[in-house]
């Protein structure tokens, strides 16, 4: 008698046998399209390269070197072409933008974009339309201008929990800014009363920023090659579990979101001062007669989408920003010089003050373009045949853009390893998705639309700390000795704790909001 498992793997086998048969008869048949790329195992393909234990767009800038700029891997079933220069680039996201614009379908989208009603996973259509619309409520100028309030006093008191810290004492500051995201993101999203445990919820909606903050961190555990994604036909079979894993915790995710939504449709509306966040204001405007048709699992998509997109790729952003400033003090120094030019030491900076900053601003540029936060842009797959530096490309083969071969081209940039700002002084090369050769938020109709909220809280956090605090090494830790080595599933992020002391730059009444 076989046991379960031993029967899911023969099935496995089975399956296997059969696609090796269907990709050979592909083979035959001369669908293979002549681009060329490293040799796959049988059926598997490139699959392996994706081991979580590898830096994949390391491998795949090493593999570019060898194949081009254009190359082709197979995972599974799936045909994906790596592009890895500014010019196909600007090809696929500029010129046949339109051709590409799509998302592949992955068990994620469907689960964590609600079949994919959001905006990530969404195809390029009307409803991808009107989601992007109702997200800027969260991401536009006039919703970020009255998260400000709101934003300083999160920062202020992210400031007064480092500073409890006692000094010598050393923090992970990877911890302590993704922590500060996983609050400041929240409650944009949800409200500050919500999040403070402070509205008219009960015990199970109270804690809800401990249960986001658990799930948020299991999610960047999560092994996202889903073998379902790769070998559709095989999906029932969900070998290795990862599948049954995202389930779970999407359901926690869900559940999570319907008790903040039962509470906030309990809640008296806020004072017209106070911002209501997302989900508030997205659950008024369901009320209208011009909302009425806007459902609770769109509401709920948007807000994942935001809470999943937001929070790791600007603590990532940080994260690289202050470790390259710990590794290169002239670089730090500089900083604080423009800071107490700019602002001095009376008051805290605004974000009045951060058009301004011009050396934060070509430092913050320097760290996009050295560790881009998402080193791949998000997928995209061809909707139609197409034709891409001569070569044909099939109806649904997934395209990658390997942003961090891109951003590290000789070809592009001089020494392009070396954190240098000053690389920025007299060129206007921005990310706002012109300049192919810098695209850390993408280009094109998929372009993230968080680039400016996301841009400010980069710029406004950094500031904010460095202005009032002073950061140090462990004693007898060298600058050099920083371990800059990365890892990287969606977001990328340093591997080894980020240890630093801090103590008050300005004076007490100025680092507290207790004061
Ligand atoms: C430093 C911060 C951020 C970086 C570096 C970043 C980067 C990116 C990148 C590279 C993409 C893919 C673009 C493409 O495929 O061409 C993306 C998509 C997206 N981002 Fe951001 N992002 C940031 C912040 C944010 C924030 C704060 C939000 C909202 C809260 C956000 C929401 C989104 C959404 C919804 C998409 C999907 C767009 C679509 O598929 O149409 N991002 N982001």
Avoid at 407 to 415: G, K, M, V, Y
């Amino acid at each position: 008698m076989f046991s379960d498992m031993s029967a899911q793997w023969l099935l496995l086998l089975i399956f296997l046998v059969l696609t090796a048969f269907v990709y050979k008869t592909n083979v035959i048949l001369g669908k293979e399209t002549g681009i060329p790329g490293p040799r796959g195992w049988p059926v598997i393909g490139h699959l392996p390269l994706l081991h979580r234990k590898k830096i994949v767009h390391r491998t795949m800038m090493n593999l570019a070197q060898k194949y081009g700029p254009l190359y082709e891997l197979r995972l599974g079933m799936l045909k994906v072409l790596i592009i890895s220069s500014p010019d196909l680039a600007k090809e696929i996201l500029k010129i046949q933008d339109a051709s590409f614009a799509d998302r592949p379908l992955t068990v994620m989208g469907e689960l964590f974009g609600y079949q994919r009603k959001d905006i990530i996973y969404s195809p390029t259509d009307d409803h991808w339309r009107f989601m992007k619309k109702l997200g800027s409520e969260f991401m536009s100028s006039k919703a970020m201008q009255k998260q400000q309030v709101s934003r300083h006093e999160t920062l202020m008191t992210a400031v007064d929990s480092l500073l409890e810290c006692q000094q010598n004492q050393f923090i992970d500051l990877r911890e302590e800014l993704l922590d500060m995201m996983l609050t400041l993101i929240p409650q944009m999203l949800f409200g500050k009363r919500l999040i403070a445990g402070k509205s008219v919820a009960k015990s199970s909606e109270s804690n809800i920023m401990k249960k986001l903050t658990q799930l948020f961190k299991e999610l960047a555990k999560l092994d996202l090659s889903v073998v379902g994604d790769c070998f559709p036909f095989l999906r029932w079979l969900d070998v290795g579990g990862a599948e049954a894993r995202i389930v779970k915790l999407h359901l926690q995710f869900d559940n999570i979101l319907s008790d903040a939504m039962n509470a906030l449709r309990r809640e008296a509306p806020p004072a017209t001062s106070e911002d209501p966040g997302l989900m508030q204001t997205l659950l008024s405007i369901q009320r209208t007669e011009e909302g009425k048709n806007i459902t609770d699992d769109e509401i709920k998509a948007l807000v994942t989408d935001l809470f999943i997109a937001g929070i790791d790729t600007i603590s990532s952003t940080l994260m690289f920003v202050m470790a390259e400033l710990m590794r290169n003090p002239e670089v730090k120094e500089k900083l604080l010089k423009e800071l107490d030019e700019v602002v001095g030491r009376e008051r805290v900076v605004e974000e009045s003050d951060l058009v301004n900053l011009k050396y934060l601003k070509m430092v913050i540029k320097e760290t996009f373009r050295l560790h881009p936060a998402v080193p791949f842009l998000l997928p995209r797959k061809s909707m139609g045949p197409a034709t891409v530096a001569g070569y044909k490309v099939p109806k649904d083969t997934q395209v990658l853009i390997n942003l961090y071969a891109i951003q590290r081209s000789p070809e592009s940039w001089d020494d392009p390893t070396s954190f240098k700002p000053e690389r920025f002084a007299n060129n206007l090369i921005d990310v706002k998705g012109q300049d192919f050769c810098l695209l850390p938020f993408g280009a094109g109709r998929r372009q993230c639309p968080g680039m400016g909220l996301g841009g400010l809280m980069v710029e406004i956090t950094l500031a904010t700390l460095l202005q009032i605090l002073e950061f140090s090494l462990p004693a007898g830790m060298k600058p050099e000795d920083v371990d800059m080595t990365e890892e990287a599933t969606i977001t990328s992020a340093l591997v080894s704790p980020l240890l630093v002391s801090v103590k008050p730059r300005l004076s007490p009444n100025l680092c507290s909001m207790r004061t």
